[in-house]
């Protein structure tokens, strides 16, 4: 009698079908994922959308610190022990999230080597832009962090970018990226329109030539 073969494992297929620990859920733009100091007990994946990832002090200032669109996790902190979530998740426009189960993410990350070599790419990924944007927030002005933050959100440096920012971004979400205000945001967006750097044409379209901003030395 021939032995049964396992056939080849799919991480993609695994992060598109609903099964065991796996559900996947739709949020209409605001819809709130998870929310800060909620109980961290599943990792999630951008099947379509865009999430939107927050901090909220205790005296209820709050940062923007991550933009994550489709085919990105989050929600990773409870892999290493995280009890509650340290951030709010929340949808900035129609999307559909996967949740996996921290018991089934923990199950595939050790029986399918195929689905841990994803996980790791996303994971380096990831910590090579925090240690970017924390650099930036050192180091850089508020016109230099913007300029950057537009050319990664119209996927700069990628494979046929930069693309037209189509997710409608308000002035107060880039001023929490950043770190400054609404109207020193206002300021620089108009100034990189005067410029020819950014252009509206029923969206944001940022053009590559606003990547001498974040190369001069003078801003």
Same mark, same amino acid.
């Given at each position: 009698m021939a032995k049964k073969t396992k056939s080849?494992?799919?991480?993609?297929?695994?992060?598109?079908t609903v099964s065991r620990g796996r559900t996947v859920a739709s949020y209409r733009k605001g819809?709130?994922?998870y929310r800060q100091a909620a109980a961290a007990d599943a990792v999630f994946y951008i099947q379509k959308g865009k999430i939107k990832?927050?901090?909220?002090?205790?005296?209820?200032?709050?940062?923007?610190?991550?933009?994550?669109?489709?085919?990105?996790?989050?929600?990773?902190?409870c892999l290493i022990g995280q009890p509650l979530r340290l951030a709010t998740a929340a949808a900035m426009i129609e999307s559909e999230v996967m949740r996996v189960g921290k018991a089934e993410m923990v199950r595939v990350l050790h029986e399918e080597p195929a689905f841990g070599e994803l996980f790791m790419a996303h994971l380096l990924t990831r910590s090579s832009?925090?240690?970017?944007?924390?650099?930036?927030?050192?180091?850089?002005?508020?016109?230099? &962090?913007?300029?950057r933050t537009l050319l990664l959100l119209a996927n700069f440096g990628r494979e046929g970018g930069p693309q037209p920012i189509t997710t409608p971004i308000s002035q107060e979400t880039l001023a929490g990226i950043i770190?400054?205000? &609404?109207p020193r945001v206002s300021h620089f967006m108009n100034k990189f329109r005067k410029l020819g750097f950014i252009s509206y044409n029923g969206?944001?379209?940022v053009h590559s030539s606003l990547l001498s901003v974040v190369? &001069?030395?003078d801003v």
């Open positions: 080849a494992f799919d991480p993609k297929a695994f992060l598109a819809g709130v994922i990832i927050t901090v909220r002090s205790q005296q209820g200032k709050e940062a923007v610190i991550a933009l994550l669109g489709t085919g990105e996790f989050f929600g990773e902190g832009r925090v240690e970017e944007d924390l650099v930036d927030q050192l180091f850089n002005s508020s016109e230099k &962090r913007l300029a770190g400054t205000t &609404r969206h944001l379209e190369l &001069r030395d």
